[in-house]
């Protein structure tokens, strides 16, 4: 299983995480994470906890990157 994962600070500082084709922010993902049903339901399979567990360390980054930034 392959899963792309960026995320990025727009100009607006808003964090954006992209998985796959879906480029959102990340307040959409928390409001809506399980939204393709088709290709990763929330089944318990090994195939929709990667993709959470992938979601989670993507909103991990962001607050690694949060305390980098303050100590310089």
Do not use: V
Not at 11 to 23: A, L, N, Y
Not at 53 to 63: E, L
């Amino acid at each position: 299983m392959k899963l792309k994962i960026e995320i990025k600070h727009t100009e607006k500082d808003e964090k954006r995480i992209k998985m796959g084709c879906f480029d959102r922010s990340l307040a959409e993902w928390d409001c809506n994470f399980w939204n393709n049903d088709n290709e990763f339901p929330n089944d318990g399979s090994i195939k929709s906890e990667c993709r959470l567990m992938a979601y989670n360390t993507a909103k991990a980054w962001f607050s690694i990157i949060e305390k980098s930034e303050s100590k310089h």
